[in-house]
Each structure stands twice: as C-alpha cells, then as structure tokens.
C-alpha cells in the first residue's frame, strides 16, 4: 500500500505543475515583454568633484559610547542596573514599562515645582529634607526612587520630614496592578 502511495505522489505533482503551466503559461517563458533598461540605476552624473570620507578611528568611537548601556545604568528599582537587556523578556518589558513610568512621574513633578519658580538646586535641598523609615522585610529604597518619593512629597508639601513607608503603603488605596492575590505586589500609585 505504501509503494503505490510514493507512486502517486510524483504523478500528482506532475500533473498539478502541467496544469499550472496551461493556465499561465507566460509565468514559466522568459521575461515577459516588458523589458528593463540595463542603465536605470547606473544613471550617476559625473561633476568632477569628490569628498573625503571622515572614517572614525576605533578609540574615538570608544570615546563617544563610553560607559554603561542603559540598562545597566542605576535605576529606580536596582541600584545596579540590569545584568542583560530587560526587554528580552516578557518580565522584564514589563519591569522596563514600570521603570518608564516613574521616570515620567518624576518629570511631570518635576516640572511643576519648576513652574512654581523653584530652581533645581532648590527642589533637591528642599527635599533632601523628606526621611523614610522602611519596614524590616520589605526591599530597600535605591537612591532613584528615595529621590521620586522625596520629590513627591515635597510636591505635596507635606508637614512631616519623617515619613514612615509602611503607613504610607497601607494608606494608599490598591494601585492597578494589585490583583488582591496573597503575596502579589503593591506598587504605591505616584500618579
């Protein structure tokens, strides 16, 4: 049964290429009859002058991309950066999203005490003022995101110099990505 099944294949493949070639038969001849110009994109004008390259030497590129990528660079959930792309991952896109969105929170804060007449210098004096007392167990602050909740209270204007996490997380009501499942996370809502 099997031999007369490889039999038929060759002769069903043959017959399906003989059909193709009776109903189109200009797709297996030649060209056709619109032919190119062997010169369409050759068409150059010579104007007799030329112009150096500027070819850059390995270490001056060096110089310029010198230093951490920027996952790699501090940010406001790893002091230390990322070992690899986060955005290799589905995780880690997500983790990169989060990363985003602070740093556009910041901004945005940012922006307004600067609308408020408040120099740069100004707005990390004032909230250098803002300490946190951070629950046993839970993960440290790195020094980004110590600076966003600084900037954040500061926007605030907030009374207390002392400002204790855990109050403040059970405080806040559920941000969107709490899914109320034991163990899942709360980010605090900044926005």
Not at 109 to 114: F, P, Q, T
């Amino acid at each position: 049964f099997r031999s007369q099944r490889t039999q038929r294949r060759p002769a069903l493949r043959l017959l399906l290429v003989g059909a193709a070639a009776a109903i189109c038969p200009l797709a297996f001849v030649g060209q056709g009859s619109i032919a190119r110009s062997p010169l369409v994109a050759r068409r150059i004008s010579i104007t007799g002058t030329s112009k150096e390259c500027n070819e850059e030497t390995p270490e001056e590129w060096l110089e310029i991309n010198d230093g951490p990528l920027w996952w790699q660079k501090p940010t406001y959930m790893n002091d230390y950066g990322y070992n690899d792309n986060p955005c290799h991952t589905k995780a880690g896109t997500l983790k990169a999203y989060q990363e985003a969105r602070f740093g556009m929170t910041e901004s945005w804060l940012l922006e307004r005490l600067k609308a408020r007449g408040m120099t740069m210098e100004e707005i990390r004096q004032k909230a250098s003022v803002y300490e946190f007392v951070q629950a046993e167990g839970r993960p440290k602050l790195t020094k980004k995101m110590q600076f966003l909740l600084q900037v954040k209270y500061l926007f605030e204007e907030r009374d207390a110099e002392l400002i204790d996490l855990k109050e403040e997380i059970e405080k806040s009501p559920p941000s969107k990505s709490y899914s109320g499942e034991p163990g899942a996370d709360v980010f605090l809502d900044l926005d």
